[in-house]
């Protein structure tokens, strides 16, 4: 399961934001690798790819965002929120061993 | 350039069998590590992950769906197809099929996604 906090998150255009999320299990994989991906869903479009492996930025993502964390604590970090940003986050597990899930979404709005 | 696309019925009846085709370009589904995915999203709610297909032919299941669920590919289509048997209401979502372009060491995340296709259950 994971558990991602805060599920409403109201920013200011210049200001960080922060987004956790917790697993019930370990998604540190033996290879030393963390299986917990981030996404963002935009109004009205398809999710898209933020992070993966917990702290690898997806092509053409802005490097204002960042990830971090291992084991079962992650964080989705934005260094300044812009208005494109808006739309509901989403962590995903990808560890073999587990089924793939998402966590609830947080959404972020200006 | 990598795109997805899914197609199938906007509307099913309940307890008929739903099956939705993910047809892709851009990249091969033989490629070591490449996998295709359904995700799943209820109206106003969060994304749930239906199943995956592996190049080497492997495939997972939601644990919840899987007794309903197949996933096969035709990679001589460039297709993946997803087959739910004994649909309900509240398997009314959008469905999309994403890719990702490797595993293990080089897993990439689910890259690329499709638009969506909006499936309603009702009678």
């Known amino acids: 399961v994971l558990t991602q906090s805060p599920l409403s998150l109201p920013v200011t255009p210049g200001e960080p934001a922060s987004i956790s999320c917790r697993s019930s299990?370990?998604?540190?994989?033996?290879?030393?690798?963390?299986?917990l991906d981030w996404y963002v869903q935009k109004p009205g479009q398809s999710p898209q790819l933020l992070i993966y492996m917990g702290s690898s930025r997806a092509s053409g993502v802005p490097d204002r965002f960042s990830g971090s964390g291992s084991g079962t604590d992650f964080t989705l970090k934005i260094s300044r929120v812009e208005a494109e940003d808006i739309g509901i986050y989403y962590c995903m597990q990808a560890l073999q061993s587990l089924p793939i899930t998402f966590g609830q979404g947080t959404r972020l709005d200006i | 350039q990598i795109t997805l696309k899914e197609s199938g019925p906007t509307l099913v009846k309940p307890t008929q069998t739903l099956t939705l085709t993910c047809t892709f370009s851009g990249f091969s589904l033989n490629g070591n590590g490449v996998s295709v995915g359904w995700i799943r999203q209820p109206p106003g709610k969060a994304l749930e992950w239906v199943a995956v297909i592996y190049w080497n032919d492997d495939k997972r299941y939601n644990p919840s769906l899987k007794s309903r669920v197949t996933i096969a590919k035709d990679t001589s289509k460039d297709q993946v197809v997803l087959t739910m048997t004994n649909v309900d209401r509240v398997d009314t979502a959008t469905y999309y099929c994403?890719?990702?372009?490797?595993?293990?060491?080089?897993?990439?995340?689910?890259?690329?996604w499709g638009q969506g296709a909006q499936v309603t259950v009702s009678s």
């Open positions: 994403a890719r990702t372009g490797g595993a293990g060491y080089y897993y990439t995340g689910w890259d690329y």
């Open positions: 299990e370990s998604l540190l994989d033996r290879n030393g690798f963390n299986y």
